[in-house]
Antibody
Framework: EVQLVQSGAEVKKPGESLKISCKGSGYSFTSYWIGWVRQMPGKGLEWMGIIYPGDSDTRYSPSFQGQVTISAERSTSTAYLQWNSLKASDTAMYYC????????????WGQGTLVTVSS | NFMLTQPRSVSESPGKTVTISCTGSSGSIASNYVQWYQQRPGRAPVNVIYDDNQRPSGVPDRFSGSIDRSSNSASLTISGLKTEDEADYYCQSHDINYRGVFGGGTKLTVL
């Protein structure tokens, strides 16, 4: 069974750094893309970026380029989403999701990680 | 920037048919496949249509997708509406640089 298990909820202060994770199991982690999707409170889905763990090829939405870093660790089948300096506007639910290729559907989703940034 | 526009909300009665549109801002929506997702409150999205009109296993055949090149739009049609279909629906495609884009989402009310 394909599973994407995300790390737990985080509460941070503005200016702090954060790295959340998404661990894949039940499939070949290096053969599928992992994307990240933001959902701000009460709002819609936003495509942030995607990585191919096989060779670390990474694509970012223009809205998120330079704001976050997406990475993956093949040895632990884990993808990451990282911020160097959080803002209150980063408060959102973040989902990771699997894709067969970079322009394909997301066929399996993580449960989501809620990030709250507040002073 | 490439954008996908959806109606904010639609509503229909149980047993009826509803269609949700997704219009591309530029270029041809047929240039890249369109995917559709259903999201119930407090849950992660679930893919209900992929590659314009394909249905994942487990999704009822009441769900169908199509592309209309003349209006540069995609559509999700749900027939025989059930109360369990009440959810937010999102279309998704890609821009010319193969970066993903979601539509703004449509809230379906089955009343």
């Amino acid at each position: 069974e394909v599973q994407l298990v995300q790390s737990g909820a985080e509460v941070k202060k503005p200016g702090e750094s954060l790295k959340i994770s998404c661990k894949g199991s039940g499939y070949s982690f290096t053969s599928y893309w992992i994307g990240w999707v933001r959902q701000m409170p009460g709002k819609g889905l936003e495509w942030m970026g995607i990585i191919y763990p096989g060779d670390s090829d990474t694509r970012y939405s223009p809205s998120f380029q330079g704001q976050v870093t997406i990475s993956a660790e093949r040895s632990t089948s884990t993808a990451y989403l990282q911020w160097n300096s959080l803002k209150a506007s980063d408060t959102a639910m973040y989902y990771c999701a699997r894709s067969s290729y970079s322009r394909s559907r997301f066929d399996s989703w993580g449960q989501g990680t809620l990030v709250t940034v507040s002073s | 920037n490439f954008m996908l526009t959806q109606p904010r909300s639609v509503s229909e009665s149980p047993g009826k048919t509803v269609t949700i549109s997704c219009t591309g801002s530029s270029g041809s929506i047929a240039s890249n496949y369109v995917q559709w997702y259903q999201q119930r409150p407090g849950r992660a999205p679930v893919n209900v249509i992929y590659d314009d009109n394909q249905r994942p296993s487990g999704v009822p055949d009441r769900f169908s997708g199509s592309i209309d090149r003349s209006s540069n739009s995609a559509s999700l049609t749900i027939s025989g509406l059930k109360t369990e279909d009440e959810a937010d629906y999102y279309c998704q495609s890609h821009d010319i640089n193969y970066r993903g884009v979601f539509g703004g989402g449509t809230k379906l009310t089955v009343l």
